[in-house]
């Protein structure tokens, strides 16, 4: 064998033997917490358990029969990929069994899940089992996002334990299925990215305290939804259009259709997503599933997320499907957004 590759080799083994696990990363920032019970360490690992079983689905697309819809609709009126459903039943099953959590809200579900008193936990799960599905036949990213609160009290579980303001999340992540598995997860404090390597079977830390770039280089938002948008949003997308001139192009259009891939791109190379209410306030995306914990994510990584007019995080849902205009991004460019949408109106 070349030595070139034998060393190639080396460092590929190298990398993962001294390289923190994603339960390694956890259980050190539990021991930060001396009175914490655990819990929370149990379900994030639990939840990276769970991303692995669905990103082996996932992996299969095409082999297995998990291509195309169920045939059902669900809660949003949106077709169900068969995926969407297995992802949804992953997700629960692995929930239920970890002991840490007293109920769930899915984007797939009319009602809350609850969990047996025999195996019920602290934690409440809010999440999109699967995000991005209708890229899901042609081999695009698609991920899974969840949003983690503590129960405020015990007993009986009630809707009103999954509607909460984003702002009392104690953790939220995300777990991409794209050209490797990452999971992306915070607890305020830093945003942390693992990559699974599939042959160990394990998730190792890629990217320690991600930050969201200040610049945008890309621009991402469905330009054929213009005839729908707020009057503010067209000046916007001018006024960033305009950056680039014949001497260097600065703003690229960058748009997946899969928000949490959108999301990660951005957070990786410098980038503002946009998917606004429409003037009647008719909105795509769930406050509870995709708005919140990428919120949460961005505003740890110094970042901003709003509706144009409030903060989202500090939004009160009213029910568990609620939806919601989105414009999340780097901080300044946010708040350019907001600028505009006071100038130019609704
Ligand atoms: P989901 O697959 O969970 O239903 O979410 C799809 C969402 C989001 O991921 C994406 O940004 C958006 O829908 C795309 O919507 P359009 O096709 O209307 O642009
Ligand atoms: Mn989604
Ligand atoms: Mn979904």
């Given amino acids: 064998m070349a030595l070139g590759r034998q060393l190639e080799y080396a460092q590929v083994a190298m990398f993962t033997a001294n390289t923190l696990t994603l339960t390694q990363h956890i259980l050190k920032r539990q021991h930060k917490h001396p009175d914490a019970t655990g ?6 690992t639990q939840i990276g358990v769970a991303g692995k079983l669905i990103q082996a689905n996932v992996r299969r697309a095409g082999l297995i029969e998990v291509w195309g819809s169920t045939g059902d609709t669900n809660v949003q009126g949106e077709t169900v990929q068969k995926l969407d459903r297995i992802a949804q039943d992953i997700f629960v099953d692995i929930m239920k069994r970890s002991g840490c959590v007293a109920a769930m809200a899915s984007e797939e579900e009319h009602e809350i899940i609850e969990v047996p008193a025999d195996s019920s936990g602290d934690y409440v799960v809010c999440f999109d089992p699967l995000d991005g599905s209708s890229n899901i036949d042609a081999n695009v990213s698609i991920g899974t996002i969840f949003a983690i609160y503590r129960r405020t009290k015990k007993g009986e579980v009630v809707r009103g334990d999954t509607l909460r303001p984003g702002h009392e999340q104690v953790v939220a992540g995300y777990i991409i299925y794209g050209s490797s598995t990452v999971l992306v997860y915070t607890d305020g404090s830093s945003v942390d990215c693992f990559t699974l390597d599939p042959g160990a079977g394990e998730y190792f830390l890629s990217r320690a305290n991600l930050r969201m770039p200040d610049k945008i280089k890309q621009l991402s938002l469905n330009e054929c939804n213009e005839p729908y948008w707020p009057k503010w949003v067209k000046p ?11 001497e260097k192009r600065r703003v690229s259009s960058r748009h997946i259709g899969s928000l949490v891939a959108d999301f990660h791109r951005n957070l990786i190379f410098g980038g503002i997503f946009l998917y606004p209410a429409e003037p009647s306030g008719k909105a795509k995306l769930r406050l509870l599933y995709e708005a919140n914990p990428l919120a949460f994510i961005a505003e740890a990584a110094g970042g901003a997320a709003t509706n ?17 205009g989105l414009v999340i991004g780097p901080k300044a460019e946010v708040e350019a957004c ?7 109106g609704n």
Avoid at 39 to 44: K, T, W
Avoid at 308 to 324: A, F, N, S
Avoid at 338 to 344: L, N, P, T
Wanted: charge should be positive.
């Fill in 39 to 44: 819990q929370l360490s149990g379900l994030l």
């Fill in 236 to 246: 916007y997308v001018t006024s960033v259009k305009g950056r680039n001139d014949a």
């Fill in 308 to 324: 144009g007019v409030q903060r989202i995080m500090d939004l009160q849902p009213e029910g568990l499907h609620d939806r919601t």
């Fill in 338 to 344: 907001a600028r505009f949408a006071k100038e130019h």
